[in-house]
């Protein structure tokens, strides 16, 4: 059974950065997609940002040049830096996986529990 942790979550001032990672465990194959996404208070679930296998990335406009997604595929870890927060990228944000291919639509079947990002102004 595929379980995905999330981490590194906290309170940062806007402008600040922060390092979330995924320890991903059960996995068959290393050939998953992964993709972060976040949820605000009362809005639904967004992607974040995407990773294939072969490495390729997709971002979501509001991040782009902001926060870079990677993988190390040795220990099966996703990581998410994010840099220049602001206050609106505050959310709870999840770690997701799928053989399949979603974009940044939350179709993945396996999730995290999330960690908490909070940015203040």
């Known amino acids: 059974q595929v379980q995905l942790v999330e981490s590194g979550g906290g309170s940062v001032q806007a402008g600040g950065s922060l390092r979330l990672s995924c320890a991903a465990s059960?996995?068959?194959?290393?050939?998953?997609?992964m993709a972060w996404f976040r949820q605000a208070p009362g809005k639904l679930r967004v992607g974040v940002a995407v990773?294939?296998?072969?490495?390729?990335?997709t971002y979501a406009d509001s991040v782009k040049g902001r926060f870079t997604i990677s993988q190390d595929k040795l220990e099966i870890t996703l990581y998410l830096q994010m840099d220049s927060l602001k206050p609106e990228d505050t959310a709870m944000y999840y770690c997701a996986a799928d053989r399949n291919w979603w974009g940044l639509r939350p179709m993945y079947t396996y999730w995290g529990q999330g960690t908490q990002v909070t940015v203040s102004s």
């Open positions: 990773i294939r296998p072969d490495g390729t990335t």
């Open positions: 059960g996995y068959t194959s290393s050939s998953n997609c």
